[in-house]
């Protein structure tokens, strides 16, 4: 037993870079080495540092304050509430009511003014379900764009509730003549 443990411990390990060795050394124990950033890295601290102090600034600088703009609108201007686009008036004891046709080419053959036939197509069996019969064609909208267009037909308040669509469900006209 002649041995300490430390000198046991000794020999069984290398010694370390820099630790006091036999051959004489430094003394020194650090485990990791500091070396100076590299310039990529203090480019990056930089960058995110400016990134940082903007975003707070951002954040706790008060709302620029602006006053709501105002619109006139000359009362000669404005349509009365039972007049389309087009000065067609809304005839008494009816709606309008925008109805989407389920073929949009159809669009380019009604004229305001017109009467129609309101028709809804059963997606089911094929068959057709009659809505609304000579109803007046108040405004057609989209004929140069198909698929966002429709028409705004005049229809009794029955019809009218017959007329909403529902998911699924789509309409046609038949044109009567003049």
């Known amino acids: 037993m002649g041995r300490s443990s430390a000198s046991r411990l000794g020999a069984a390990l290398p010694a370390a870079q820099g ?33 940082l102090g903007t975003a707070a600034l951002v954040s706790w600088s008060p709302p620029r304050s602006c006053a709501p703009a105002s619109y006139t609108v000359p009362a000669a201007a404005s349509p009365t509430p039972s007049s389309s686009a087009d000065g067609q008036a809304v005839p008494a004891g009816s709606v309008g009511v925008p109805v989407r046709l389920a073929d949009p080419a159809a669009l380019a053959l009604v004229r305001t003014g017109n009467r129609v036939d ?9 068959s057709t379900t ?7 064609v108040l405004q ?7 698929a966002t267009g ?8 029955a019809e009218a509730d017959d007329a909403v669509a529902t ?12």
């Open 118 to 126: 309101l028709l809804r197509l059963d997606n089911a069996d094929g």
């Open 19 to 51: 630790s006091p060795s036999r051959d004489g050394g430094d003394g020194r124990l650090d485990p990791v080495r500091w070396h100076r950033p590299a310039r990529g890295m203090l480019l990056r601290l930089t960058v995110v540092a400016i990134l």
């Open 167 to 178: 998911p699924g469900q789509s309409f046609a006209v038949h044109i009567r003549p003049d």
């Open 130 to 136: 009659p809505v609304a019969e000579s109803a007046l």
């Open 140 to 146: 057609v909208t989209g004929s140069d764009d198909p």
């Open 150 to 157: 429709g028409l705004l037909l005049a229809l009794k308040p």
